[in-house]
């Protein structure tokens, strides 16, 4: 079992940042991959950046050029700087990791943390 926790949501005017971490905790052989997703009230849970072991990232549309991702793989963290922060950006936060628990087992799989409000106001 892997456990998350998120951290670094709050309240912030529009234009201003957001630092977000996530510490991972349990048995885990690899996090093959992490990530943040956001679900604003109403909506479906969207990916908002992700990053692999590796360290190749991606980002949803929305948020390249303000949101940064990145892993600290000693510490089974990962941080989601988000500058220039829009009203839109608001959002419930939530960490996924994609775990392998052992070298010979080729099967991953996902975990949520429970998830930080992000609000920016205008």
């Known amino acids: 079992q892997v456990q998350l926790v998120e951290s670094g949501g709050g309240l912030v005017q529009a234009g201003g940042s957001l630092r977000l971490s996530c510490g991972a905790s349990?048995?885990?052989?690899?996090?093959?991959?992490m990530a943040w997703y956001y679900q604003a009230p109403g909506k479906p849970r969207e990916l908002v950046a992700a990053?692999?072991?590796?360290?190749?990232?991606s980002y949803a549309d929305s948020v390249k050029g303000r949101f940064t991702i990145s892993r600290d793989n000693a510490k089974n963290t990962v941080y989601l700087q988000m500058n220039n922060l829009k009203p839109e950006d608001t959002a419930v936060y939530y960490c996924?990791?994609?775990?392998?628990?052992?070298?010979?087992?080729?099967?991953?799989?996902?975990?949520w943390g429970q998830g930080t409000q992000v609000t920016v106001s205008s």
């Open positions: 996924h990791a994609r775990v392998r628990h052992s070298p010979s087992e080729l099967i991953s799989y996902d975990y």
């Open positions: 349990g048995s885990a052989f690899r996090f093959t991959r």
């Open positions: 990053i692999t072991s590796g360290g190749s990232t």
